[in-house]
């Protein structure tokens, strides 16, 4: 069994027999009984690699065994193994080619955080948002039918992607179609955990084995052709399977269900692995681990060690004092959302699986009645919300932008056609780093303002997105606050919940010939520009409605416009004010800043800033070329 570690190693651990799997051939080429210290190794230098990069961490731990045993036992990249998710993909890519290259991990030019299909052909499919693997090893099953293939597709599921809509519509497709395919639930809640042992594994090596698949083909030969006698013995196997184990579900939609399984043997995995490895129809293992598996304060706090950041070097200086910064958004939010639960009894507060990371716990421990999370199921959060306000409640939605994108459908035909009260506050907004593109929320603005009816706010620091908290929950009909990741620019923030007017921007500084129009945070940084070039520099909070009357006086009183943004520049808050001066027949130079047609790539939020010109070098550069053009 796996080897606990303590501590996170600074310097490379040895790993010979890592050194000779560093490809899945040379993984196959290994003897069955040097595996479990090969997962030591690999354990070991996961540790290794991620303190020195930072990144996710527990997931990754846990799934130690099982990647070894899939990657020995399939032909990858033949076989094709699809990673749901993909925060437990960083063994897979260190087995997989990709070790020295881990040193890069999430870095600009680096090797990215998720399975991508365009840095390595073991990478069958790119991931980033859950519950996908399902159908994605689906449609790679049936396309390896049409083209008479024998090739595997192999899904990995954890047990909380499970739990969205998208893995049960795959889970009911396939026994339709009667795919050749392995689902594989990683399930490491640990709720089932007294199923794991000796008797489990070994009804799990007898139920997948192929003496006894063979004898049920055969039985259900002869038993076919007595009336009645086929339905009994089936039924009779699925009342006995369900009393050792909880698979009836999964048979009922069709499939075999094997398990479950200890996670962490690697023989009884490899084992039970080869007896599936050729059954037909749709095939399903449920497997049990341990997140943070094999570093012990990881298995003792598996949320707290879902990621950690890099390690100083030992010899590292030591550090300069940080300078002070302001409070998280998030945490901004949290607070707001606790004072105004108190204030208002008609609140209620939903989460889609992201509790911690949209700051919602001391909501759910002071208000526990009064907060839901509906697990990894964004499409039924904001129809759930929606429900709940045709009843009168005033639901607020702390969800993701790029999360929101899964529920839009929702979004418009739930909530707006009715022009329901549910409030969006919509973290993560614009570019969010190291986990790149999947994960940046570079099109909500696009996205929510061509909604007939919804209200569209852009913070510019923690005291405007509060007051804009209570001004969307305020507001009768649908309501969206976006904001950035990470901290603000340390603003003094005002306690009361006060709303604000709706629709109305605030000149922030007052120049000549240009106006830079600001749309969120990057109001800081066009004002650092304003005192250079002596421009006008205004907050316009609102992208729906838009300021009009303030963007018609702001045209009439300079010769160039520019919008800021950290939102694609295509149907963003930009384009809101070009269509308004098209509208109202206003001729006038308008220079639109934002996110470039392209997806950008992983790296620190500064870098990023920088190669899409928002930061303050790119803005002034861009304003003074325009400027140039205009003879300014």
Request: include cysteine; charge should be negative; aromatic fraction near 6%.
């Amino acid at each position: 069994m796996p080897t606990t570690f303590q501590e996170i190693p600074r310097k490379r651990p040895s790993t010979p027999l890592l050194d000779r799997a560093a490809t899945p051939d040379g993984l196959r080429r290994l003897g069955e009984a040097e595996l479990e210290t090969l997962a030591d190794e690999l354990r070991l230098e996961l540790l290794y690699t991620v303190g020195q990069t930072g990144g996710h961490f527990g997931a990754g731990l846990g799934v130690i065994e099982l990647t070894i045993a899939l990657h020995y036992v399939f032909d990858t990249p033949d076989d094709r193994l699809v990673w749901d998710v993909g925060h437990q993909a960083y063994p897979h890519k260190i087995l997989t080619g990709r070790r020295e290259r881990m040193a890069s991990l999430r870095q600009k030019d680096g090797i990215a955080a998720f399975p991508r299909r365009s840095e390595s052909e073991y990478d069958t499919f790119g991931v980033g948002h859950s519950s996908t693997s399902i159908s994605a090893a689906l449609g790679m099953a049936i396309a390896a039918r049409l083209q008479n293939s024998d090739r595997k597709a192999i899904a990995v599921i954890g047990d909380g992607a499970l739990t969205a809509g998208m893995a049960f519509e795959a889970l009911n497709h396939a026994p339709e179609v009667d795919a050749n395919m392995l689902v594989i639930l990683n399930d490491n809640d640990m709720s089932i955990s007294r199923n794991v042992g000796g008797l489990s594994n070994y009804l799990a090596k007898i139920l997948s084995s192929r003496t006894y698949a063979s004898m049920r083909e055969g039985s259900k030969k002869v038993l076919s052709r007595l009336p009645g006698a086929w339905e009994i013995a089936r039924r009779t196997e699925e009342y006995a399977k369900g009393m050792l184990v909880p698979g009836t579900l999964f048979e009922e939609l069709g499939w075999n269900y094997i398990g479950p399984i200890d996670g962490h043997d690697l023989p009884t995995l490899i084992a039970t692995l080869r007896n599936m490895r050729d059954l037909k129809g749709p095939q399903f293992l449920h497997v049990v681990t341990k997140k943070g598996k094999g570093f012990a304060p990881a298995e003792v706090d598996p949320i707290g060690y879902h990621a950690i950041t890099k390690l100083d070097p030992l010899d590292a200086p030591a550090a300069a004092p940080k300078q002070a910064s302001g409070p998280k958004y998030s945490g901004v939010f949290g607070e707001w959302l606790c004072d105004m639960a108190a204030a208002d009894a008609r609140l209620v507060g939903i989460t889609p699986a992201m509790k911690e990371g949209s700051d919602l716990v001391a909501f759910s421990e002071r208000f526990p009645l009064r907060y839901f999370d509906v697990a990894i199921a964004e499409q039924h959060a904001v129809t759930f919300a929606a429900g709940m306000a045709c009843e009168g409640a005033k639901p607020v939605v702390a969800i993701y932008s790029t999360f929101l994108q899964r529920g839009y459908d929702q979004l418009v035909h739930d909530v707006a056609v009715q022009n329901l009260d549910v409030l969006f506050a919509i973290d993560r907004a614009g570019l969010v780093g190291e986990d790149g593109p999947t994960h940046a929320g570079s099109f909500d603005l696009s996205y929510l303002r061509c909604i007939p009816g919804m209200l569209v706010m852009t913070p510019s620091d923690e005291n405007e997105l509060r007051k804009m908290l209570s001004t969307g929950h305020l507001y009768n009909g649908p309501a969206a606050v976006r904001y950035p990741r990470g901290n603000g620019p340390n603003a003094l923030i005002e306690k009361d919940l006060e709303p604000i007017e709706i629709g109305k921007g605030i000149v922030r500084r007052q120049g000549q010939r240009v106006a830079l129009l600001a749309f969120g945070v990057q109001l800081a940084e066009a004002l650092k520009v304003a005192g250079k070039i002596d421009a006008t520099v205004v907050d316009m909070r609102f992208v729906k409605p838009l300021d009009e009357a303030l963007v018609r006086e702001l045209a009439a009183g300079h010769e160039l416009l520019v919008t800021l943004e950290e939102n694609a520049i295509m149907g963003g808050a930009g384009a809101a004010v070009s269509e308004f001066l098209a509208r109202e027949n206003i001729l006038k130079s308008v220079l639109h800043l934002g996110l470039p047609d392209s997806y950008v790539e992983h790296a620190k939020p500064a870098q990023m800033l920088a190669e899409c010109g928002l930061d303050e070098a790119g803005i002034e550069a861009a304003v003074r070329e325009r400027m140039a053009l205009l003879g300014l």
